[in-house]
């Protein structure tokens, strides 16, 4: 079990460094012991953030594709919980410093119920998504962007507890980005070729795809900010549709050129604020329709 677990976080902090690599581990473990400190000094204050670690563990664990190879040993489950236990070290040494122990009995059970998910529920999951556009189940799935949402969910009663408006419109802003994630994938080019709808037809069937979609991102949003009671910032969520159809228009703008789309969408959203651009909507959809025709030859 040991030599297991030796290999296990051998091989874990091997993607990260080099073979042999001393340089790397060593800054490593000074920026480890530096950030510790930071949180050391305003302890009190980052202890309710104790679940985004968690959260982390989960996000590892959902990636793993050594369960089943670990499932040969009778003490998998306690070779996964001690090695994500070293893993969450520096956090645990924190929180013991501090005398925090109901927090540590606390992370230290979420981490053990954790080994008991089974990795192969999670594949058989149905994301409610129209398949129109299969990059939206395929993103979803490969990204892990469904755990996102819970972590904005405690974010916004991080807001309300501290009455800090900022988070809200992080949230916003981090969801805005999460529905743009799907959009931002390019299709076979035979598939916009060999599809029934032509030019104007295959982006407005993108564009209701889209809108369909993104409506199931923020329907547990909304319902987060209603049960705070922040009737104000409901008003900004249906905005939101607006970031994906636009990323999509750019995507089929610069449908071969994948980084001068990122970029001018960022210009776009980054001048959002003043309004004019707003008037390129327009010319951005002409020029997609006009792009798409070219594409299959219509």
């Not at 590892?60 to 090695?83: A, C, G, V």
């Not at 904005?152 to 807001?159: E, R, T």
Request: hydrophobic letters at 55%; a positive charge.
């Amino acid at each position: 079990m040991r030599q297991i677990l030796k290999y296990l976080i051998t091989i874990r902090f091997r993607k990260i460094f080099a073979k042999e690599d001393y340089l790397a581990i060593a800054i490593f473990v000074f920026a480890i012991g530096f950030l510790t400190y930071l949180f050391q000094v305003k302890a009190s204050q980052y202890a309710n953030y104790l679940g985004i670690f968690a959260l982390q563990v989960l996000a590892i664990h959902s990636n793993r594709n050594d369960l089943e190879l670990l499932k040969l040993n009778s003490k998998y489950r306690l070779i996964l919980f001690f090695e994500y236990s070293i893993l969450s070290f520096p956090i645990l040494v924190l929180l013991l410093i501090n005398l925090e122990f109901i927090y540590v009995l606390g992370y230290l059970m979420s981490v053990f119920a954790i080994t008991f998910i089974n990795k192969s529920t999670s594949k058989t999951f149905r994301f409610p998504f129209k398949m129109f556009d299969p990059f939206w189940t395929i993103s979803f799935r490969k990204h892990k962007l469904f755990l996102v949402i819970p972590i904005l969910g405690f974010l916004a009663f991080m807001g309300f507890t501290y009455q800090n408006p900022n988070l809200y419109y992080a949230v916003l802003f981090v969801v805005g980005i999460v529905i743009c994630v799907p959009s931002s994938e390019r299709e076979k080019v035979h598939f916009i070729k060999a599809s029934s709808f032509i030019g104007k037809e295959y982006l407005f069937q993108q564009i209701k795809t889209v809108g369909y979609n993104s409506i199931f991102v923020l329907i547990p949003v909304s319902i987060v900010f209603l049960v705070l009671k922040q009737f104000q910032i409901l008003f900004f969520i249906p905005l939101l549709l607006l970031f994906p159809v636009v990323n999509l228009l750019f995507k089929y703008v610069f449908f071969e050129r994948k980084i001068v789309h990122s970029i001018f969408f960022a210009l776009f959203v980054g001048n959002l604020m003043y309004g004019f651009p707003l008037l390129f909507i327009p010319l951005l959809y002409i020029k997609s329709i006009k792009n798409l025709k070219l594409t299959q030859n219509a």
